[in-house]
Protein backbone atom coordinates (compact mmCIF):
# COMPACT_ATOMS: atom_id res chain seq x y z
CA UNK A 1 0.00 0.00 0.00
CA UNK A 2 1.25 3.53 -0.79
CA UNK A 3 1.44 5.81 2.90
CA UNK A 4 0.46 9.37 2.69
CA UNK A 5 2.14 11.38 5.42
CA UNK A 6 0.29 14.75 5.85
CA UNK A 7 1.75 17.26 8.16
CA UNK A 8 1.02 19.27 10.36
CA UNK A 9 -1.85 16.90 12.15
CA UNK A 10 -2.85 20.49 13.00
CA UNK A 11 -2.62 24.43 13.23
CA UNK A 12 -4.24 27.19 14.54
CA UNK A 13 -4.31 29.80 12.19
CA UNK A 14 -6.00 33.88 11.81
CA UNK A 15 -8.03 35.15 9.44
CA UNK A 16 -6.18 36.36 6.36
CA UNK A 17 -3.17 34.04 6.99
CA UNK A 18 -1.65 32.23 4.28
CA UNK A 19 -1.41 28.01 4.93
CA UNK A 20 0.27 25.35 4.00
CA UNK A 21 -0.22 21.55 4.25
CA UNK A 22 1.91 18.75 2.86
CA UNK A 23 1.58 15.58 1.89
CA UNK A 24 4.33 13.19 1.33
CA UNK A 25 3.64 10.05 -0.38
CA UNK A 26 5.61 6.55 0.21
CA UNK A 27 6.60 5.79 -3.85
CA UNK A 28 6.77 8.49 -7.06
CA UNK A 29 2.66 8.74 -7.69
CA UNK A 30 3.02 11.25 -10.32
CA UNK A 31 0.51 13.66 -9.99
CA UNK A 32 -2.40 11.42 -8.89
CA UNK A 33 -3.30 13.69 -5.25
CA UNK A 34 -6.26 15.34 -5.01
CA UNK A 35 -7.43 17.44 -1.66
CA UNK A 36 -10.52 17.18 0.34
CA UNK A 37 -12.11 19.64 2.91
CA UNK A 38 -14.29 18.18 5.26
CA UNK A 39 -16.11 20.01 8.36
CA UNK A 40 -17.82 18.46 10.97
CA UNK A 41 -20.54 16.48 9.98
CA UNK A 42 -20.59 16.75 6.42
CA UNK A 43 -18.58 14.54 3.78
CA UNK A 44 -15.40 15.86 2.34
CA UNK A 45 -15.59 17.84 -0.47
CA UNK A 46 -13.49 17.96 -3.01
CA UNK A 47 -10.85 20.82 -3.47
CA UNK A 48 -8.23 20.24 -5.65
CA UNK A 49 -7.75 17.05 -8.12
CA UNK A 50 -4.77 15.83 -10.04
CA UNK A 51 -2.69 17.68 -7.61
CA UNK A 52 -3.07 21.39 -8.83
CA UNK A 53 -6.36 21.12 -10.72
CA UNK A 54 -8.92 23.18 -8.92
CA UNK A 55 -12.38 21.33 -8.82
CA UNK A 56 -15.30 23.71 -10.34
CA UNK A 57 -16.96 26.05 -8.02
CA UNK A 58 -14.12 26.14 -5.38
CA UNK A 59 -12.23 29.70 -4.28
CA UNK A 60 -9.34 30.76 -6.16
CA UNK A 61 -7.58 31.03 -2.76
CA UNK A 62 -6.66 27.13 -2.93
CA UNK A 63 -3.84 25.72 -4.80
CA UNK A 64 -2.11 22.93 -4.80
CA UNK A 65 1.23 21.88 -5.77
CA UNK A 66 3.77 18.82 -6.35
CA UNK A 67 5.08 15.68 -8.03
CA UNK A 68 6.24 12.79 -7.69
CA UNK A 69 6.06 12.13 -3.74
CA UNK A 70 5.90 15.60 -2.29
CA UNK A 71 2.51 17.59 -2.77
CA UNK A 72 1.26 21.04 -1.39
CA UNK A 73 -1.98 22.29 -0.51
CA UNK A 74 -2.41 26.18 0.12
CA UNK A 75 -4.69 28.42 0.98
CA UNK A 76 -3.45 32.13 0.15
CA UNK A 77 -5.50 33.93 2.37
CA UNK A 78 -7.31 31.83 5.32
CA UNK A 79 -11.44 33.17 5.59
CA UNK A 80 -13.93 31.99 8.62
CA UNK A 81 -15.32 29.58 6.69
CA UNK A 82 -12.21 27.96 5.61
CA UNK A 83 -11.62 26.00 9.21
CA UNK A 84 -12.43 22.61 8.58
CA UNK A 85 -10.48 19.63 8.62
CA UNK A 86 -8.07 18.85 5.19
CA UNK A 87 -6.92 15.62 3.77
CA UNK A 88 -4.69 14.73 0.76
CA UNK A 89 -5.81 10.95 -0.92
CA UNK A 90 -3.66 8.88 -3.85
CA UNK A 91 -5.69 7.60 -6.54
CA UNK A 92 -2.11 6.12 -8.11
CA UNK A 93 -2.54 2.37 -6.98
CA UNK A 94 -5.36 0.53 -5.03
CA UNK A 95 -6.03 0.47 -2.32
CA UNK A 96 -6.49 4.05 -2.13
CA UNK A 97 -5.31 5.47 0.70
CA UNK A 98 -5.65 9.22 2.40
CA UNK A 99 -3.32 11.18 4.73
CA UNK A 100 -4.63 11.05 8.51
CA UNK A 101 -5.75 15.03 8.06
CA UNK A 102 -5.21 18.11 9.26
CA UNK A 103 -7.04 19.88 11.20
CA UNK A 104 -7.27 24.12 10.50
CA UNK A 105 -8.33 25.65 13.67
CA UNK A 106 -9.05 29.93 14.90
CA UNK A 107 -5.91 31.44 16.82
CA UNK B 1 -26.11 17.56 -10.73
CA UNK B 2 -25.04 14.54 -9.60
CA UNK B 3 -26.45 13.45 -6.43
CA UNK B 4 -25.41 10.35 -4.06
CA UNK B 5 -28.25 9.05 -0.98
CA UNK B 6 -26.47 6.05 1.26
CA UNK B 7 -29.62 3.93 2.90
CA UNK B 8 -29.60 0.92 5.07
CA UNK B 9 -29.72 0.10 8.92
CA UNK B 10 -27.98 2.26 10.93
CA UNK B 11 -27.61 -0.63 14.13
CA UNK B 12 -26.05 -3.99 13.56
CA UNK B 13 -25.51 -6.75 16.29
CA UNK B 14 -21.49 -8.23 16.53
CA UNK B 15 -20.84 -11.03 14.11
CA UNK B 16 -23.52 -10.16 11.91
CA UNK B 17 -23.67 -8.50 8.01
CA UNK B 18 -23.80 -4.42 7.52
CA UNK B 19 -25.48 -3.97 4.12
CA UNK B 20 -25.79 -0.76 2.73
CA UNK B 21 -27.40 0.74 -0.75
CA UNK B 22 -26.07 3.92 -2.53
CA UNK B 23 -28.66 5.29 -4.71
CA UNK B 24 -27.83 7.99 -7.77
CA UNK B 25 -29.66 10.05 -9.04
CA UNK B 26 -28.97 12.94 -11.32
CA UNK B 27 -27.27 11.12 -13.72
CA UNK B 28 -25.94 7.82 -15.15
CA UNK B 29 -24.39 5.35 -12.87
CA UNK B 30 -22.78 3.53 -16.00
CA UNK B 31 -18.95 4.27 -16.71
CA UNK B 32 -17.78 5.28 -13.19
CA UNK B 33 -16.39 3.71 -10.84
CA UNK B 34 -18.29 3.81 -7.60
CA UNK B 35 -16.47 3.98 -4.00
CA UNK B 36 -17.68 2.87 -0.51
CA UNK B 37 -15.11 5.22 2.18
CA UNK B 38 -15.65 5.11 6.31
CA UNK B 39 -14.84 7.31 8.82
CA UNK B 40 -14.73 6.48 12.77
CA UNK B 41 -15.79 9.01 15.25
CA UNK B 42 -12.86 11.20 15.83
CA UNK B 43 -10.65 9.52 12.73
CA UNK B 44 -9.82 9.81 9.43
CA UNK B 45 -10.95 8.47 6.53
CA UNK B 46 -10.95 4.48 5.06
CA UNK B 47 -11.27 3.84 1.84
CA UNK B 48 -12.82 0.21 1.24
CA UNK B 49 -13.15 -0.34 -2.00
CA UNK B 50 -14.79 0.33 -5.27
CA UNK B 51 -16.69 -1.37 -8.20
CA UNK B 52 -16.99 -0.95 -11.87
CA UNK B 53 -20.39 -0.56 -13.66
CA UNK B 54 -19.45 -3.97 -15.13
CA UNK B 55 -19.27 -5.16 -11.62
CA UNK B 56 -15.29 -5.30 -11.36
CA UNK B 57 -14.06 -4.91 -7.83
CA UNK B 58 -10.76 -3.88 -6.04
CA UNK B 59 -11.15 -4.65 -2.51
CA UNK B 60 -9.06 -2.80 0.77
CA UNK B 61 -6.83 -6.33 1.45
CA UNK B 62 -7.83 -5.21 5.31
CA UNK B 63 -11.22 -5.80 4.74
CA UNK B 64 -11.12 -7.72 1.65
CA UNK B 65 -12.49 -11.35 3.64
CA UNK B 66 -15.59 -10.06 4.75
CA UNK B 67 -16.41 -7.64 1.60
CA UNK B 68 -18.78 -7.95 -1.25
CA UNK B 69 -19.56 -5.25 -3.60
CA UNK B 70 -22.50 -5.34 -6.76
CA UNK B 71 -24.35 -3.04 -8.55
CA UNK B 72 -27.49 -2.89 -10.30
CA UNK B 73 -27.80 -0.39 -13.02
CA UNK B 74 -30.86 -0.60 -13.81
CA UNK B 75 -31.70 0.71 -10.36
CA UNK B 76 -28.96 3.03 -10.91
CA UNK B 77 -27.68 1.62 -7.04
CA UNK B 78 -24.73 -0.44 -6.05
CA UNK B 79 -24.62 -1.90 -2.59
CA UNK B 80 -21.83 -2.79 0.13
CA UNK B 81 -22.03 -6.11 2.20
CA UNK B 82 -19.83 -6.70 5.53
CA UNK B 83 -19.62 -9.41 7.13
CA UNK B 84 -18.57 -10.89 10.86
CA UNK B 85 -19.03 -7.25 11.88
CA UNK B 86 -17.07 -6.03 15.61
CA UNK B 87 -17.22 -2.60 17.34
CA UNK B 88 -14.39 -1.73 15.09
CA UNK B 89 -16.73 -1.63 12.05
CA UNK B 90 -18.94 1.58 13.93
CA UNK B 91 -18.32 4.38 11.33
CA UNK B 92 -19.64 6.70 9.35
CA UNK B 93 -19.74 5.42 5.35
CA UNK B 94 -19.91 7.57 2.59
CA UNK B 95 -20.16 6.51 -0.85
CA UNK B 96 -18.74 8.26 -3.51
CA UNK B 97 -18.20 9.05 -7.44
CA UNK B 98 -14.04 8.28 -8.86
CA UNK B 99 -13.64 11.08 -12.09
CA UNK B 100 -13.29 9.32 -15.25
CA UNK B 101 -9.23 10.16 -15.80
CA UNK B 102 -7.13 11.14 -12.66
CA UNK B 103 -9.87 9.23 -9.88
CA UNK B 104 -10.51 11.71 -7.71
CA UNK B 105 -13.50 11.37 -5.61
CA UNK B 106 -15.60 14.02 -7.20
CA UNK B 107 -18.83 13.66 -5.71
CA UNK B 108 -19.86 11.97 -1.80
CA UNK B 109 -23.16 10.95 -0.36
CA UNK B 110 -23.49 12.47 2.60
CA UNK B 111 -23.06 9.58 4.92
CA UNK B 112 -24.52 6.74 7.62
CA UNK B 113 -23.40 6.52 10.83
CA UNK B 114 -23.98 2.68 11.63
CA UNK B 115 -23.24 1.46 14.80
CA UNK B 116 -22.04 -2.37 15.48
CA UNK B 117 -23.76 -2.59 19.26
CA UNK B 118 -26.25 -5.80 20.86
Known amino acids: DIQMTQSPSSLSASVGDRVTITCRASQSISNFVHWYQQKPGKAPKLLIY???SLQSGVPSRFSGSGSGTDFTLTISSLQPEDFASYYCQQSYSTPRTFGQGTKVEIK | QVQLQESGPGLVKPSETLSLTCTVS????????WSWIRQPAGKGLEWIGRIYTSGSTNYNPSLKSRLTMSVDTSKNQFSLKLSSVTAADTAVYYC????????????WGQGTLVTVSS
Open chain 2, 26 to 33: GGSISGYY
Open chain 1, 50 to 52: AAS
Open chain 2, 96 to 107: ARAGTVTRELDH
